[in-house]
């Protein structure tokens, strides 16, 4: 099975098999031809791989006359506001984000940090296939200078943000256990929580690699982290994915909450500072209307993908968005999803209000979202099967925005092609998983007998 996926944001493959180091050389030279040989930023998560895509990487955007900013281990967020800062013309992220320890990765970014638009992707990629590379002679090499100011940088951008007050958060003497999974995040959340006046307990934050759970942040791969909150007596656990642009909640009561509940929270904070427009995706939680509905804002829905959130936002100026994966969106620091500075803002909530996070989430009525898929045997099938359920649930006026959903009262469900894998996805929500559950299966059954 070819292992390579190419996509929007970037190239994820496996090591040793389809993460080549001639094709990320390749693209090196195709963003380095795309960025006329400007400024560039590097920077990786901490798998081992890591280095060895990283000379790789040089050794392309060298050949193309770049002068490329290494910034080290850092998470994906650190890396982009880093960029933003110098206002480099590209910037190269080394991660497979929530994807196990054998895959690796590259995303790539623009001059203001963000990830590239679908635009944007279509003329490196253009570029990259064509071969119009850019090869410099050897009096225009380009250079490399390692900078370590990044973190630092980064902490000091969330700490000067408004709503964030060290004093009462330290006047709380919150404590709090950080899973980092020996991702990038160790080298700057439990630094931060430190400086919030946290007391922090670490659980894998040495940036060696070593992942010792899975790097997903979903409640099933947490019970480490739900075990240490327990006995610790902590108020709240924060995991991150190994490049730390998401976070994962374990309350008090040392239950990993649903992912989603972290744009949930994080968004309920945002619009008691300021109100305005809120971006999600498509299949994120009905909870992001309640929490519209709560502060009279609106919500705006996109395809799934971080560039899709990102783009909405900056069109519709709002002041938060994000994904129920756990990632949020902070357009003051910068537009991409930033696990760090969610993890600041979730402690000022707990701070300010003086309830636990249990507590919190308690105040939010509850749902449950249930993620299937039916494996296909090839895509024209797939498109098949997706303009089969326009037609079929044609009379209950489906949202087409990231194929067929379906929304009911209290209840939805999304039928859609997956882009990365060979799959159709079906996933509900509903009041009670039980609902939710009968949903989807239901709405499977449909497509199966749609397939013979
Ligand atoms: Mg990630």
């Known amino acids: 099975m070819d292992t390579l996926i190419i996509s929007v944001s970037g190239v994820r493959g496996i090591v040793g098999e389809s993460f080549h180091p001639s094709l990320l050389t390749r693209f090196a030279i195709a963003l380095g031809t795309f960025a006329k040989s400007g400024k560039v930023v590097l920077g990786r998560d901490s798998r081992t791989s890591g280095e060895m895509a990283r000379h790789a990487l040089l050794s392309g955007l060298i050949a193309t006359g770049c002068e490329v900013v290494d910034v080290g281990i850092c998470p994906t967020p650190t890396i982009l506001l880093r960029a933003k800062n110098l206002q480099a013309d590209g910037s190269i992220t080394i991660t497979a984000s929530h994807n196990p320890i054998e895959w690796n990765g590259i995303e790539f970014a623009v001059s203001c940090g963000s990830l590239l638009n679908p635009e944007q ?6 570029i990259y296939e064509s071969g119009e590379d850019k090869l410099m002679p050897q009096d225009k090499l380009g250079s490399v200078k390692q900078d370590d100011t990044a973190v630092e940088r980064h902490i000091a951008k969330i700490l000067s943000l408004p709503y964030i007050d060290v004093r009462l958060i330290k006047s709380r003497r919150l404590k709090v256990v950080i899973d980092c999974c020996n991702g990038a995040g160790s080298v700057i959340s439990p630094k931060l929580l430190r400086q919030l006046g946290c007391e922090v307990i670490e659980l894998g934050c040495h940036p060696n690699g070593k992942f010792p759970r899975h790097p997903e942040p979903a409640p099933e791969h947490l019970s480490q982290l739900c075990e240490l909150v327990r006995m610790r007596d902590a108020d709240i656990g924060f995991a991150h994915d190994s490049d730390a642009d998401r976070l994962a ?18 968004s309920d904070f945002i619009l008691s500072k300021q109100k305005g427009p809120v971006v999600a995706t498509s299949s994120t939680s009905m909870m992001m209307d309640y929490i519209a509905r709560k502060w009279d804002v609106p919500l705006y829905r996109t395809k799934v993908g971080v560039g899709n959130v990102v783009g909405k936002m900056q069109k519709v100026n709002a002041v938060v968005g994000g994904e129920g994966t756990g990632g949020v969106i902070f357009p003051e620091i910068h537009h991409t999803t930033d696990g760090i500075t969610t993890l600041a803002v979730i402690i000022q909530q707990l701070a300010e209000c003086g309830a636990t996070i249990s507590e919190l989430v308690s105040e939010i009525p509850k749902y449950s979202i249930i993620k299937k898929k039916i494996e296909i045997s090839n895509q024209q099938l797939a498109d098949d099967l997706m303009q089969k359920a326009a037609q079929y649930f044609a009379d209950e006026n489906p949202d087409l925005t990231d194929g ?5 009262k209290d209840s939805w469900v999304n039928i859609r092609k997956s882009g990365t894998e060979p799959v159709i996805r079906v996933f509900s929500e509903a009041r009670t998983t039980e609902e939710a559950g009968k949903l989807c299966d239901s709405t499977i059954k449909i497509i199966q007998s749609w397939m013979g």
């Open 249 to 266: 909640i374990v309350s008090d009561k040392a239950e990993a909450i649903s992912n989603e509940y972290t744009f949930v929270l994080a």
């Open 404 to 408: 067929v959903k379906i929304i009911g």
């Open 121 to 126: 992707s279509a003329e490196l990629m253009r």
